[in-house]
Nanobody
Framework: QVRLVESGGGLVQVGGSLRLSCAAS????????MGWYRQVPGKQREFVAE???????YYVNSLKDRFTVSSDSAKNTVYLQINNLKPEDTAVYYC?????????WGQGTQVTVSS
Protein backbone atom coordinates (compact mmCIF):
# COMPACT_ATOMS: atom_id res chain seq x y z
CA GLN A 1 0.00 0.00 0.00
CA VAL A 2 0.94 3.62 -0.33
CA ARG A 3 -0.44 6.94 0.83
CA LEU A 4 -0.28 9.87 -1.56
CA VAL A 5 -0.49 13.53 -0.66
CA GLU A 6 -0.80 16.16 -3.38
CA SER A 7 0.06 19.80 -2.92
CA GLY A 8 0.91 22.89 -4.90
CA GLY A 9 -2.46 23.77 -6.33
CA GLY A 10 -3.96 27.22 -6.10
CA LEU A 11 -5.34 30.20 -7.95
CA VAL A 12 -3.21 31.41 -10.83
CA GLN A 13 -3.70 33.79 -13.72
CA VAL A 14 -3.79 32.76 -17.34
CA GLY A 15 -0.27 32.25 -18.63
CA GLY A 16 1.14 31.48 -15.23
CA SER A 17 2.84 28.32 -14.00
CA LEU A 18 2.41 25.86 -11.17
CA ARG A 19 4.31 22.87 -9.92
CA LEU A 20 2.20 20.20 -8.28
CA SER A 21 3.76 17.69 -5.92
CA CYS A 22 2.72 14.19 -4.97
CA ALA A 23 4.49 12.81 -1.92
CA ALA A 24 4.38 9.04 -1.47
CA SER A 25 4.64 7.18 1.84
CA UNK A 26 7.03 4.62 0.37
CA UNK A 27 9.88 4.58 -2.07
CA UNK A 28 8.66 5.60 -5.51
CA UNK A 29 11.22 3.21 -6.97
CA UNK A 30 8.97 0.42 -5.66
CA UNK A 31 5.95 1.87 -7.45
CA UNK A 32 5.44 0.71 -11.03
CA UNK A 33 3.87 3.91 -12.30
CA MET A 34 2.86 7.24 -10.84
CA GLY A 35 0.42 9.29 -12.79
CA TRP A 36 -1.42 12.57 -12.79
CA TYR A 37 -5.08 12.90 -13.62
CA ARG A 38 -7.51 15.77 -13.48
CA GLN A 39 -11.24 16.13 -13.07
CA VAL A 40 -13.77 18.90 -13.40
CA PRO A 41 -17.24 18.64 -11.86
CA GLY A 42 -19.61 16.62 -13.99
CA LYS A 43 -16.89 15.09 -16.11
CA GLN A 44 -14.82 11.94 -15.97
CA ARG A 45 -11.38 11.97 -14.51
CA GLU A 46 -8.87 12.22 -17.35
CA PHE A 47 -5.29 11.11 -17.74
CA VAL A 48 -2.66 13.83 -17.91
CA ALA A 49 0.78 12.26 -17.58
CA GLU A 50 2.69 9.47 -15.88
CA UNK A 51 6.19 8.38 -15.03
CA UNK A 52 7.42 4.85 -14.49
CA UNK A 53 9.87 3.61 -11.90
CA UNK A 54 12.50 3.47 -14.65
CA UNK A 55 11.88 7.12 -15.53
CA UNK A 56 9.88 6.74 -18.72
CA UNK A 57 7.26 9.42 -19.19
CA TYR A 58 3.97 9.51 -21.05
CA TYR A 59 1.60 12.37 -21.75
CA VAL A 60 -1.74 12.99 -23.29
CA ASN A 61 -0.86 14.50 -26.67
CA SER A 62 -2.86 17.67 -26.25
CA LEU A 63 -0.96 18.68 -23.09
CA LYS A 64 2.60 17.48 -23.58
CA ASP A 65 3.93 20.83 -24.74
CA ARG A 66 2.91 22.53 -21.48
CA PHE A 67 3.03 19.73 -18.89
CA THR A 68 6.13 18.00 -17.55
CA VAL A 69 6.16 15.09 -15.14
CA SER A 70 9.27 14.34 -13.12
CA SER A 71 10.31 12.58 -9.95
CA ASP A 72 12.74 12.81 -7.08
CA SER A 73 13.37 9.40 -5.59
CA ALA A 74 15.28 10.88 -2.65
CA LYS A 75 12.10 12.71 -1.63
CA ASN A 76 9.67 10.01 -2.80
CA THR A 77 7.89 12.73 -4.69
CA VAL A 78 6.54 13.11 -8.19
CA TYR A 79 5.97 16.52 -9.74
CA LEU A 80 3.80 17.97 -12.46
CA GLN A 81 5.03 21.23 -13.89
CA ILE A 82 2.32 23.14 -15.74
CA ASN A 83 3.26 26.13 -17.85
CA ASN A 84 1.21 28.66 -19.77
CA LEU A 85 -1.89 27.80 -17.76
CA LYS A 86 -5.23 28.18 -19.48
CA PRO A 87 -8.75 28.47 -18.03
CA GLU A 88 -9.52 24.96 -19.27
CA ASP A 89 -6.78 23.63 -16.99
CA THR A 90 -9.01 24.43 -14.03
CA ALA A 91 -9.64 21.12 -12.29
CA VAL A 92 -8.81 18.99 -9.30
CA TYR A 93 -5.52 17.25 -10.01
CA TYR A 94 -5.04 13.77 -8.60
CA CYS A 95 -2.00 11.59 -8.19
CA UNK A 96 -2.27 7.86 -8.79
CA UNK A 97 0.17 5.13 -7.88
CA UNK A 98 0.01 1.73 -9.54
CA UNK A 99 1.67 -1.14 -7.73
CA UNK A 100 1.24 -4.30 -9.75
CA UNK A 101 -2.54 -4.59 -10.18
CA UNK A 102 -3.49 -2.12 -7.46
CA UNK A 103 -4.21 1.59 -7.82
CA UNK A 104 -3.97 4.16 -5.07
CA TRP A 105 -5.16 7.76 -5.23
CA GLY A 106 -4.42 10.93 -3.40
CA GLN A 107 -7.04 13.38 -2.22
CA GLY A 108 -6.39 15.84 -5.02
CA THR A 109 -5.31 19.46 -5.24
CA GLN A 110 -7.40 22.21 -6.79
CA VAL A 111 -5.99 24.28 -9.64
CA THR A 112 -7.99 27.33 -10.66
CA VAL A 113 -6.92 29.48 -13.58
CA SER A 114 -8.44 32.93 -13.71
CA SER A 115 -8.73 35.11 -16.76
Amino acid sequence: QVRLVESGGGLVQVGGSLRLSCAASRSILSINTMGWYRQVPGKQREFVAEITSSGSTYYVNSLKDRFTVSSDSAKNTVYLQINNLKPEDTAVYYCRATIFANDYWGQGTQVTVSS
